[in-house]
Nanobody, 127 residues
């Protein structure tokens, strides 16, 4: 029963930066895809960024349009850990951020694509 644990949430002013981390606990699997989702009050959980194993022994990152150019996803393949560097933060980025993982080695952007989840890390961006 693998679990994912987020870290690094907090309060930041608009225009600032924050870095989130995700680490597996308990039994661990090899994840071909990991990603980040976020959920604001009264809204659905939405895709933020993903990183999937592709050809040439490399991982391919991809992003929601709302964060592209501001957020960067990365991972440590040896430990199956993952980070989300968030720059130029806006109040609209305020949400609970969840890390997720799946064994599928393709681009995954939907909540139902992922099998493993963390409990969430709260990010609040003030204006």
């Amino acid at each position: 029963q693998v679990q994912l644990v987020e870290s690094g949430g907090g309060l930041v002013q608009a225009g600032g930066s924050l870095r989130l981390g995700c680490v597996p606990s308990g039994r661990t699997f090899t994840f071909n895809t990991m990603g980040w989702f976020r959920q604001a009050p009264g809204k659905v959980r939405e895709f933020v960024a993903g990183i999937s194993w592709r050809s040439r022994n490399a991982y391919e990152p991809y992003y929601a349009d709302s964060v592209k150019g501001r957020f960067t996803i990365s991972r440590d393949t040896a430990k199956n850990t993952m980070d989300l560097q968030m720059n130029s933060l806006k109040p609209a980025d305020s949400a609970v951020y969840y890390c997720a993982a799946a064994s599928t080695n393709r681009r995954l952007t939907e909540r139902y694509d992922y099998s493993y989840w963390g409990q969430g890390a709260r990010v609040t961006v003030s204006s």
